[in-house]
């Protein structure tokens, strides 16, 4: 069975753009969340999506946003990039009620580089 | 506030001995805990998960061990392979409806032939 698809794999953006980023989750997952792993912080929540509806929400700027479609694919905006918004970001998927058991499925990443 | 803690950036062990990685947690509504395993260039891949109703979960060659007691928790690898190199995430989720995983920083385990 397919895994979590996230698009594009890189991606190089000058500081002061904007940014989307497109995560398909395995079929018949509803939950979607996205994670950003740097160096320095590790990797950090920044939201849960389920239903279209944000259901959790980790402690970033609001430049950081998402939404989900009624075929549970998500994406995330990040605008007016910052050199800081360097990372790579992860898109998890997973069926609700197992998650504690099965953890959550990840893509493979999109590496964003801001110049 | 860093919720969950693996306090050995990395660990390595020699080909066929066993590997111990720990993780402690500061928050005791923490009530699964779950080990990810993680090779560069792509995405965390879940290892095995134990809840705080049992002390122990064993799947093959991995055991994770808990002590709520002292907020500890461990992953044991047995016997070690060389493609068990990767850095290893000790993870809690939120509770109830929130599913956001909160992250170690992670061990890098290299395993030497």
């Known amino acids: 069975k397919a895994g979590v698809t996230q698009t594009p794999r890189y991606l190089i953006k000058t500081r002061g753009q904007q940014v989307t980023l497109s995560c398909s989750p395995i079929?018949?997952?509803?939950?979607v969340s996205w994670y950003q792993q740097t160096p320095g912080q590790g990797l950090q929540f920044l939201f849960e999506y389920f239903s279209e509806t944000q259901r959790n929400k980790g402690n970033f700027p609001g430049r950081f946003s998402g939404r989900q479609f009624s075929n549970s694919r998500s994406e995330m905006n990040v605008s007016t990039l910052e050199l800081g918004d360097s990372a790579l970001y992860l898109c998890?998927?997973?069926?609700?009620?197992?998650?504690?058991?099965?953890?959550?499925?990840f893509g493979s990443g999109t590496r964003l580089t801001v110049v | 506030d860093q919720q969950v803690k693996q306090n050995s950036p990395s660990l390595s062990v020699q080909e066929g001995r066993i590997s111990i990685l720990n993780c402690d947690y500061t928050n005791s509504m923490f009530d699964y805990f779950l080990w990810y395993k993680k090779y560069p260039a792509e995405g965390p891949t879940f290892l095995i998960s134990?809840?705080?109703?049992?002390d122990k979960n064993e799947d093959g060659r991995f055991t994770v061990f808990l002590n709520k007691s002292a907020k500890h928790l461990s992953l044991h690898i047995v016997p070690s392979q060389p493609g068990d190199s990767a850095v290893y995430f000790c993870a809690a989720p939120g509770g109830g409806s929130n599913y956001k995983l909160t992250f170690g920083k992670g061990t890098l385990l290299t395993v030497n032939p």
């Open positions: 134990i809840s705080s109703i049992k």
């Open positions: 998890a998927s997973t069926m609700t009620g197992t998650v504690f058991s099965y953890g959550y499925t």
């Open positions: 079929s018949g997952h509803r939950s």
